[in-house]
């Protein structure tokens, strides 16, 4: 059995993909002459991680994860930069002693790549493979050996040559070689890189701005000269598909980019201002976009209700919060826990941000004249076992979320509200009936995101008597040891690095339904939460700032802390 087959078989004995699948991967083989496994990946069958552990099990290679792995400078030496990025190869470790090097490859079987390894070392030096996600190993590989051109470097080509010819130059996106293309491709990498949700363009009267958002806040990372605006602006315009004849109106479209060996797609929004296009990239990492349940840093007590949440067969499931707050990134983990072949799962999305196997995805826009409501009764024509309404906006889309919860589908939804018991009212304004409410919601999400305190640099320190008061604390109580932002280079001297979600979860029983249909007050629907135990976002997020996970001014600037206080507060 060849290498490829070998592959196909090792995962189809772990049953982690199925002979129709493997088939189609082999036909797929014969057409594009890829790897089988890098096939399987981009087909949605396999995930890297699992192919990489399976590997690894089978055969004689160990495992290594590269985030968290620094390579020798002297083992980086013995491989020159063309050929580790040509057959994607990471050397780790130089034992000059024993003469043996250790080299982080994705295909073990690439004959070729060991070949060539072989000829440049010599056959004194012994080589030991170890394996990793091929995209863990091209950002590996841009990090330590650095990027082929600088964002720098460009730029100053770029302000140095003459303008003439340029603009076409950018419309036609003919030649790779052109600053305007290197740049744009370096921007966006850089991005991505960084972990960045939004990339900002912003022409100002002298300059060009350039921010990213990371982990919820804005940041510049760059200032060019005004006249590279006009020819940056075409390349993104005719990358998104945007007509780059038009600047006096807004636009929409979309980028789909191959990053370090995955898809990265760019939500483009033109908008006309004083000093020119203001464009503004939304970033969906689609590695990041699917997170595990298990990843979502529940408590025991939250995963408990969100487990009895989900249980229930039929019923409206609401998620809740601002923009940004991760709604859509807790849906996604909920749908994909639940994602099966026992279960038909269907979403209507405007627009579709993250492309889930197995589950029909159905965008929702102007362009396609579809409405939620109208999309929704379409969808129940589909046999659906469970239903994702993207949003609930107005009445009619509210009710036939309803209607479709009421005739034995689970639905999830998301709803613009401050809290989870805030829903409840919030429906009750745009004019759903309480009686058709109660009995069909099962459960409410409400979230923030915090940031997280970076674990290089983050200081303890005792909490003074501020700090006690925002936490609740009666006088005379030992004050606690909180931690606080720092900032150091691997933060970039932010003192954070990542996210976490704060949740409050409201699983709604028959006493709370009888609230409902009765239209009790705020205070009544607190009080009998309470009673059972909710917790609400700012009692969630003290559970992060008492384990040194966040701060307190981080939790302070996202939830009112006044909701920490019981009830009544």
Known sequence: MNAPSSIGE???????????????????????????????????????????DTLAADGAHPCVDLADTLAAPDALACVPQPLARRHRLLPLHYDA???????????????????????????????ELRLAAESDLLRAIDRHYGQPNTIDDIVLELEQR??????ATAAAGAHDTQP?????????????????????????????????????????????????????AV?????????????????????????????????VATQPTLHG???VLRILDRDKGIVPLDALGLAEAQRATLERILARPEGLVLVTGPTGSGKTTTLYSVLNHLNSEEVNIMTLEDPVEYPLPMVRQTPVSDATRLSFADGVRALLRQDPDIVLVGEIRDADTA????????????????????????AIPRLLDIGIRPDLLAGNLTGIIAQRLVRVLCPCCRTAGTASADEQRLLGLAPGTPPPTLQRAAGCPHCEFRGYRGRRAIMELLHVDLALDELIARRASPAELRAAAHERGHRTLAEDGMRLVLDGTTSLQELARVVDLGAARGPGA
């Open 10 to 52: 090792t995962l189809l004995a772990a049953r982690l993909i199925s002979a129709d699948q493997l088939r189609i991967a082999l036909h797929e083989q014969q057409q594009r002459r890829q790897p089988l496994g890098r096939l399987l990946v981009e087909l949605g069958f396999v995930s890297e991680s699992a192919l990489r």
């Open 399 to 422: 009710e036939m979320a309803l209607r479709a919860a009421l005739t034995g589908h689970q639905v999830f939804a998301t709803l613009h509200a401050n809290s989870a018991l805030g």
């Open 97 to 127: 002693i024993g003469r043996w090097l250790v080299v982080a490859t994705a295909n073990a079987n690439d004959v070729l790549a060991l070949d060539r390894l072989h000829n440049l070392l010599g056959p004194d030096i012994r080589i």
């Open 180 to 232: 305007v293309v290197r740049l744009i491709d370096a921007l966006l990498a850089d991005a991505v890189a960084r972990g960045a949700s939004d990339l900002h363009f912003e022409p100002e009267a002298g300059f060009l701005r350039i921010r990213h958002r990371i982990d919820g806040t804005l940041r510049q990372v760059r200032a060019l000269h005004k006249a590279c605006w006009p020819e940056l």
């Open 162 to 167: 003459g303008r003439g010819g340029a603009l």
């Open 277 to 279: 296009e203001n464009i």
């Open 235 to 267: 390349r993104i315009k005719v990358l998104a598909g945007l007509d780059i004849a038009e600047s006096r109106s807004p636009q929409d479209g979309r980028i789909t980019l191959t990053i370090g060996a995955r898809p990265v797609d760019f939500r």
